[in-house]
């Protein structure tokens, strides 16, 4: 995709607004659970639907909302949406809901949800608002999945060892184990924090690049 289509409004949750890398919401989640691919990736889905959801459920009733009460109706909108996907996913995914944990519940927390209900699903029509708010599900997705996938790299030496709790016991035999010597911090609370500043640090270094060399302006000799 081109520098253009990153920076489209619609599709900048990607890369210019990402919420983990740019806006860094969401934070908390992102660093606990990023110990495996699978465990990114599973959460990174989960929020995405909620935030697709809740665009489209605010993007239906925008026009009647009362302002002095529009954030709690965003707040409850985005809670019921979190515990539909927490009770679909104890029902069908178990292990996998009990490896996240709380962390499910605490999707209701993001801000990067609420954020898009106010300034973007609230205002914009659904045309606009759907393809937004995917654009910044897939970005956050992409950083957890990214950030879980280098952890359990370098932490285990693995890639995808747990995806049969995502696709089933069929998918048991898909995990790759590479000849690497392991370092036990990367699966760690430190690992978490040196690998999203890595990542920072990535997009920034890119978006570096990105821009256009700026020259210092010349003067004519004798110009005022």
């Known amino acids: 995709m081109s520098a253009n289509n990153f920076d489209n409004p619609v599709t900048a949750g990607l890369w210019r607004n990402n919420p983990a890398l740019v806006q860094l919401l969401g934070i908390c989640p992102l660093l606990a659970v990023t110990t495996s691919l699978v465990n990114g990736l599973a959460l990174g889905m989960a929020t995405t639907f909620v935030i ?12 009647w909302l009362v302002p002095a009460v529009r954030i709690l109706i965003f707040v409850l909108i985005i809670a019921s949406l979190v515990t539909v ?27 990067a949800i609420l954020g898009q209900a106010e300034t973007v699903a609230s ?19 992409g950083v957890l999945a990214l950030l879980g996938g280098l952890r359990e790299l370098v932490g285990r030496g693995t890639l995808l060892s747990d995806l049969e709790l995502l696709l089933g016991s069929t998918a048991a035999s898909v995990g790759i184990e590479l000849p690497v010597t392991s370092v036990l911090v990367a699966v760690l609370p430190p690992g978490a924090f040196f690998g999203l500043a890595f990542l920072v640090a990535a997009k920034n270094y890119l978006d570096a690049r990105r821009m256009p060399a700026q020259t210092p302006e010349t003067t004519e000799p004798g110009a005022a």
Request: proline share 5%.
């Open 52 to 63: 697709l959801m809740t665009n489209l459920f605010v993007g239906l009733v925008r026009h």
């Open 85 to 111: 996907v927490d009770l679909l996913s104890s029902a069908y995914f178990h292990d996998l809901h009990e490896t996240l944990g709380l962390f499910i519940p605490l999707i209701v927390t993001n801000c």
């Open 123 to 141: 205002r914009q029509p659904l045309g606009v608002s759907m393809p937004a708010g995917l654009s910044t599900g897939l970005g956050f997705t």
